[in-house]
């Protein structure tokens, strides 16, 4: 256990709903990270929060999901009409120096 | 990832020592990072390198060559636990870490 908690830990969901995800970071981290995984490949980056200030997004997020950090702790990502290809392990990570991971949150549209 | 390369899959034996090798290529640089991960859960961090040479922590060595854009973690004394997927990474320049494919390595008796 690293210390990031992550909420739901399984989803499953029917294409067109929306899902939200929450991330709870270790308490002293500043930042926060957002990353998705699929089967037999390494985690993509999504987006990057420094306490409440989101720096950074991916290509990769479309405008179909959206995070928030709004008072720099925890995080949600929010994903509307969700479609299949959404199916994946969404994961977070928090950070002083080295990106420690949460257990993810495995999403699956049917 | 779409700039580093490790292989795909090792096999190795209770007891040995394995060579996982990463090549990568980036623009900027500010680290080079291996984690584990076991299937179905989150990776955890092993390794970090930043300057050039051999880091040593417990069973777990990783190497760095800047100048040829390549890394090793280096298990010894190999237990069956360590049978994972290892993930070489990096952050570009940047904060964001960028992902190998993973090498999933097997560990047998």
């Known amino acids: 256990d690293t210390g990031v908690s992550q909420n739901p830990r399984h989803k499953i969901t029917k294409r067109g709903q929306n899902v939200t995800f929450r991330c709870d970071p270790i308490s002293e981290h500043n930042r926060l990270y957002w990353y998705r995984q699929t089967l037999g490949q390494g985690p993509e980056f999504l987006t990057y929060f420094q306490n409440e200030a989101q720096l950074e997004k991916s290509r990769l997020l479309s405008d179909r999901f959206s995070a928030e950090r709004p008072k720099g702790s925890f995080s949600t990502l929010e994903i509307q009409r969700t479609e299949q290809g959404d199916s994946a392990m969404y994961l977070c990570?928090?950070?002083?120096?080295?990106?420690?991971f949460g257990p993810g949150t495995r999403l699956l549209v049917l | 990832g779409q700039n580093i390369d490790q292989p795909t899959e090792m096999t190795a034996t209770e007891g040995a020592i394995v060579q996982i090798n990463c090549t990568y290529q980036t623009s900027g640089f500010n680290g080079l990072f291996w984690y584990q991960q076991h299937a179905g859960e989150a990776p955890t961090f092993l390794s970090y390198?930043?300057?050039?040479g051999l880091e040593e922590k417990g069973r777990f060595s990783s190497f760095l060559s800047r100048s040829k854009g390549y890394s090793y973690l280096l298990l010894k004394e190999l237990q069956m636990k360590d049978s994972a997927s290892y993930l070489c990474a990096h952050t570009g320049g940047g904060n964001k870490l960028t992902f190998g494919t993973g090498t999933q390595l097997k560990v047998e008796l």
């Open positions: 390198n930043v300057l050039d």
């Open positions: 990570a928090s950070s002083l120096t080295f990106q420690y």
